[in-house]
């Protein structure tokens, strides 16, 4: 990762686009303290579904719903 201030932003964009293109995040700062203020990431991976992990019972259990099965929106609610 990559950390650059606004001022080098502004004039390298093209090769920071380039970085982020190549799967490199890149962190901006701003201000004398130099304060992070975002990071930019490739569009691929920001948009990449996560996956729900089922934790230790992954694979070792399944489910069936009959097609008969009826439930009013009060029974699932418990009312």
Known sequence: MKTISVGEFK????????????????VVSYGRKREEVAVLIDIKKFRKP?????????????????KDFEMSAQELLGE
């Not at 004039?11 to 890149?26: A, D, N, R, Y």
């Not at 996956?51 to 399944?62: D, F, I, M, T, Y």
Request: hydrophobic share 30%; proline share 3%; aromatic share 10%.
């Open 11 to 26: 004039s390298k964009f093209s090769q920071i686009l380039e970085w982020i293109q190549k799967g490199e995040e890149v």
């Open 50 to 66: 996560k996956r729900r992990k089922l934790g230790p019972l992954e694979g070792k259990g399944s489910f069936k719903i009959h």
